[in-house]
């Protein structure tokens, strides 16, 4: 190969490149009316083009044309390189010699404006390469230049790494009053707001650069390009498509308009547009190289991958050879590893990247996108490694710290996370928001991630954050605090958090803040169910949350839920909520009136049976008031798991007793349903008579004043007997007969025990149970709600409250539940599932029920039921009442409604005295 001419004038120097060429076309064999045609080409470009990057793109288009001898390509862009390489160091030479003439005449400040221009026309074409040899040249300038001389050829090295953070002061520079050629001046201006708006989401900064554009070069299709490139920024679909029509129309010689249009089209799911586009920006006679790197891209969208990907070693062999700068290969590999990683090919991917790095180690997108990959893969060591050298060595980027945020999110290297986001804010401070929420975010998850860390190890994550982002953080601050004490079930603290956190929100409130105040508020309540302001309180927080963000689905459900606790605890009392957590109990407080119970099963899991008679239940119960002239004690609906093997079934049960019971079609129709149920109860009208429901009839007859005991017992006996013989009470004609053996005569009844010394709406303590385990046991309790749950279905029977302790003297084997501290009153359950200890708990649930446990459901039924508790009272001694409750569950029956099972037993007890009075009067 030929060696290269020496420097000498421009004419002389260019006839010898020429030379030089030929020469090197002839030793590669190409055809010589080929190359000299080619090479007569070059030179006319060159003598009509003076601007290096001009002359690139004309002699790139040049070559391309030839690419059926890539030869001559060669040839031809080594010409392009060397005479572009003559032409930058002859403008330098010349600012060389204008800035020394001018030192010397006590005029450096005005011949800095050539050399600005020279830099905003390379900078308008996008070639950074040449902006950095003519930022970075060895020239007399003077040291008040701000920025420097060498800040601005660090903000070339910037642009060309896309740096465009960093890159920014340059085009700030150039875009000022210093550049003296309008189009140029432009070009920067452009470029500026294309960093505004992209880059830092600044759109009135991009607004007012590209105004300013506008005064200077209103044709220039730079422009018209940029604000297409805003307008797709701001989600602006037909407005992007508009200014991109207008600038591929303007741009006469290259085709970065029509690359950018086609990717915009591509993203908005034209894929034909996008090719028209593309084809246009690869149309013979223009630089093709950003339709090169735009078709490697297209080629990586998902969609069209499988049929694009064999292209892209060829794209990127095209952009090689034709490239008049290493930076522009650069892209090309990267777009090419995009490719192939958008499209879970990470091996492919990590292959373009390593190429990158090979070609230019010191740029950052190929350590930086690398990294990612492999952290993707859950290469923490190696992602490290990446992000730490783009941070190392392009110190002024944020992109390798925010690369470690994410490493050390990944990692749960919180004090790591801090130190990153640190570095990020100093360097993007237009991040703040972004950078806040995230840290917001990480630091919500800490109390939902698992494993949580320490509760003084979040502590000093929150106080990192709020370090790092000052003031505005102070709200969140609080309320992470308040999360970090109600997770600890601190709800007084957590409380007064979120109401730090409300204060320190000001004027900008926080929907969550109130929400999260009113669930501390309801928690302090449960401690402490007398003070119902807190529920009031919680109820106009959870108000106030529901007015700042009314689209939120969380707020209503909420706030629905603490007005119904306040119904609950003004119709129930405070003492009730003591039996939130416990729901067995509550619901035995709740439902003591509960005596006929419908239970079904619908196979088809459509819970027709559910539907139906919940739309049919007022009727019936009207109807039956109108009848029978008593209200229609609860009826309730519940799974039978045991049928579910059935066609479908139901039952009407009476306390612990099916009355009734029934297979359904599952065809069965609503009307045909309903009548079943509602005959199945009318026939059952007598067991659904209670001392509640008598003491109503005795309202209703008139001058009838019936106490309660065997009186009541009296009239309830007589109109179950009514009901069973003509199914309906008609009065005033069955007065007489309600009345009957109700009069005053009859004897008087034992008297009840006293009342207990605890206030009416305060349970008495419940029994423990203990279970003593081995060390290495496996703990029995943790479901003992659903056990609990169980036995009381089987059995009506209230487990106790179930305590776990370690006790060394039992054998490592063995599990045991001791119910008592008499010998043999252990349950040995280890190796048993849940629903196996209820089980076992089932056999013994006689033993379960203690004096305690019957006077705390005797007061649960006081409230709804006072008549019937008097009853039991008067009649039956509190030993003689636990006796007969222990003879029933022992005896395999259930109490599972106790309602129902005192007054069998208050009947019972009752009549035996009015029989006996009745024999005595006889006698």
């Not at 290493?326 to 879970?344: G, Q, S, W």
């Not at 839920?561 to 003492?575: I, K, N, P, S, Y």
């Amino acid at each position: 190969m030929s060696e290269p001419p020496a420097a000498g004038r421009p004419d002389t120097q260019l006839a010898a490149e020429l030379l030089h060429a030929m020469g090197t076309a002839i030793e590669a064999g190409v055809n010589l009316q080929d190359a000299g045609e080619a090479l007569e080409r070059a030179r006319r470009e060159i003598d009509r083009c003076e601007a290096p990057s001009l002359l690139a793109n004309r002699l790139t288009a040049l070559a391309a044309g030839l690419a059926e001898d890539s030869a001559l390509v060669r040839i031809v862009c080594a010409l392009r390189d060397r005479w572009q390489d003559q032409l930058v160091a002859r403008r330098i030479a010349a600012i060389n010699a204008r800035l020394a003439a001018d030192a010397e005449a006590g005029l450096a400040e005005a011949s800095i404006a050539d050399w600005q221009d020279a830099l905003a026309e390379a900078v308008g074409e996008f070639r950074f390469d040449i902006a950095q040899h003519l930022a970075g040249a060895l020239l007399p300038m003077p040291a008040q230049l701000r920025p420097s001389q060498a800040v601005l050829a660090a903000c070339c090295r910037a642009a060309i790494d896309d740096r465009w953070r960093e890159a920014r002061a340059l085009f700030v520079q150039l875009g000022g009053a210093g550049t003296r050629t309008p189009l140029f001046r432009a070009r920067a201006l452009t470029i500026q707001a294309e960093i505004d708006a992209v880059v830092l989401q600044d759109f009135t900064e991009a607004a007012i650069a590209a105004a300013k554009a506008e005064e200077l070069a209103p044709g220039d299709w730079r422009l018209s390009f940029v604000r297409a490139r805003i307008a797709d920024q701001q989600k602006r679909p037909e407005e992007a498509e508009a200014h991109f029509h207008r600038a591929a129309e303007a741009e006469l010689e290259g085709g970065t308009a029509h690359a950018a249009w086609a990717l915009f089209r591509a993203r908005q799911g034209d894929a034909e547009r996008a090719e028209a586009h593309l084809q246009s920006a690869l149309r013979p006679g223009i630089n093709p190289l950003s339709g090169l790197l735009a078709e490697i891209e297209l080629a990586g969208l998902p969609p069209l991958f499988e049929t694009r990907r064999h292209r892209i070693a060829t794209l990127v062999a095209r952009v090689r050879l034709l490239a008049p700068s290493p930076a522009i290969v650069y892209d090309a590999l990267i777009e090419a590893a995009r490719a192939f990683e958008a499209n879970a090919q990470p091996e492919a991917a990590l292959a373009w990247y390593e190429e990158a790095r090979a070609l230019d180690p010191e740029r950052m997108k190929a350590h930086l996108n690398r990294g990612y990959l492999k952290l993707a893969q859950r290469d923490f060591a190696d992602a490290r490694s990446a992000f730490r050298h783009v941070a190392e060595t392009a110190r002024g980027a944020v992109d390798g710290y925010w690369g470690l945020v994410n490493l050390a999110e990944e990692t749960r290297d919180w004090p790591g996370l801090l130190d990153a986001a640190r570095e990020c804010l100093a360097r993007a401070p237009d991040w703040r928001e972004m950078i806040a929420g995230r840290l917001r975010s990480i630091a919500n998850d800490l109390l939902a991630s698992d494993p949580r860390p320490a509760e003084d190890e979040a502590r000093r994550f929150y106080d990192g954050a709020r370090a790092i982002l000052g003031e505005r953080f102070e709200p969140s601050y609080r309320n992470l605090l308040g999360n970090l004490a109600y997770r600890g079930e601190q709800y007084a603290a957590a409380a007064t958090q979120y109401r730090a956190a409300i204060a320190a929100a000001g004027t900008t409130p926080d929907a969550r803040f109130h929400g999260n105040l009113a669930l501390a508020l309801e928690e302090v309540n449960i401690a402490f169910p007398d003070r119902t302001e807190l529920l009031d309180e919680a109820i106009a927080e959870v108000e106030r949350a529901q007015a700042l963000r009314p689209d939120d689905a969380d707020y209503p459900p909420q706030r629905r839920r603490l007005r119904l606790t306040r119904a609950f605890v003004e119709r129930h009392g405070a003492a009730a909520r003591l039996l939130k957590q416990d729901e067995v109990r509550l619901r035995i407080r709740l439902e003591p009136s509960l005596v006929g119970l419908l239970v079904e099963q619908d196979e088809a899991g459509t819970d027709q049976l559910r539907k139906v008679f919940s739309d049919h239940i007022g009727l019936l119960r009207a109807a039956i008031r109108a009848d029978c002239h008593f209200t229609l004690c609860g009826v309730r609906l519940q799974d039978a798991p045991e049928h579910a093997g059935t066609k479908g079934w139901w039952a009407l049960q009476l306390g612990a007793r099916e009355a009734e019971t029934h297979e359904a079609d599952p065809a069965i129709t609503a009307e045909a349903l309903m009548a079943a149920i509602t005959d199945a109860i009318r026939r059952n009208l007598p067991g659904l008579v209670g001392h509640g429901e008598a003491a109503e009839i005795a309202r209703q007859c008139a001058g009838a004043a019936v106490p309660a005991g065997a009186r009541l017992t009296r009239l309830m006996l007589n109109a179950r007997a009514l009901l069973a013989g003509k199914g309906r009470i008609v009065l005033p004609e069955d007065r007489a007969a309600l009345l009957e053996g109700a009069g005053p005569e009859a004897p008087p009844h034992r008297a009840g025990p006293p009342p207990p010394d605890a206030p009416p709406d305060a349970p008495p303590e419940i029994e423990r149970i203990e279970l003593a385990t081995g060390s290495d046991a496996a703990d029995p309790t943790t479901d003992w709600a659903g056990v609990q749950a169980s036995v009381h279905a089987a059995t009506g029977v209230v487990v106790p409250l179930a305590v776990h302790r370690i006790d060394p003297a039992v054998p490592a084997e063995s599990v045991r539940l001791r119910l008592s501290t008499r010998p043999g009153s252990d349950i040995d359950i280890r190796e048993l599932w849940s629903d196996e200890i209820a089980e076992r708990l089932q056999g013994v649930a006689a033993r379960l029920l203690g004096l305690v446990c019957v006077r705390w459901q005797l007061e649960a039924l006081r409230a709804a039921s006072p008549e019937l508790v008097a009853a039991a009272e008067a009649t039956l001694p509190e030993a003689v009442l636990l006796e007969r409750l222990r003879t029933t569950v022992a005896g395999g029956a259930s109490i599972l409604n106790l309602h129902h099972v005192l007054e069998a037993l208050v009947v019972s007890e009752a009549g035996r005295a009015i029989d006996a009075a009745a024999a005595l009067q006889t006698a």
